[in-house]
């Protein structure tokens, strides 16, 4: 029986932002709430992705993983195989500064001064490619071809982000400063409002690398790819 070829992605994140810190900086008397006005500070991480090629794998090996992976079971029996698989994990943190003005009464006002995002692959993406495929042989270039469009998909979506999350913190000067009876509850919602703000950039940004990598895994893509190619 002749196998379909499947040339997939696994693309792990981490789920959502995870939180380091935060610092805050206090304020307990001098500064008003309108000092605390405007927008945080912004410094952006973007971390694009490193690519290593690893032809050392069977053809079953690289299935076998792409099955367990994404709990493809029975999609074998159909007359499919992965020929090619993608392996990535995109990681995020933000840390927020926050100042506070405390009163006498025990409320006060609070705004974040500062947020440090981190978005990227902290490991290298690596591309597995069956052991099969002679180096310049057309099954390899186009399996090759092919997973570089999903590395180029977050390396494109990543290199897009900047001005959302500048978009995103920008707009947080319209809310702050957060007044509340409590001055640690302003802190607190202070810092819910600018995590709420970042963490849906970070999920377009998932949202955005997950349909154009399933844009490209159809089976009509699959099809088009292998009709390229004699040396399956």
Known sequence: MRYLIVLGVVFGCALPFALRGPAATVFSRGPSCEDLAGAPELELVLGAPEVEVDDTRPRETIAALD???????????????????????LRSGVRFTTGQVSFRNGSGCAAVSK?????????????????????????????????????????SALAAAEDRFKQAVEGLSAVYPIHADKADDARRQAEEVAAEAVEGVRRSIIEEITARNAAIDTQASYMALQARCDDW
């Open 115 to 155: 947020a440090e995002i981190h978005i990227g692959f902290d490991k290298p993406v690596r591309i597995l490619i069956p052991d099969r495929y002679r180096e310049g042989s057309c099954a390899r270039q186009v399996l090759l071809d092919h997973e570089w469009q999903h590395v180029e998909i977050s390396r």
């Open 67 to 89: 099955m367990k992976s994404r709990n493809l079971s029975g999609y074998a029996r159909s007359g499919w195989v992965t020929n090619g698989l993608t392996l990535s994990n």
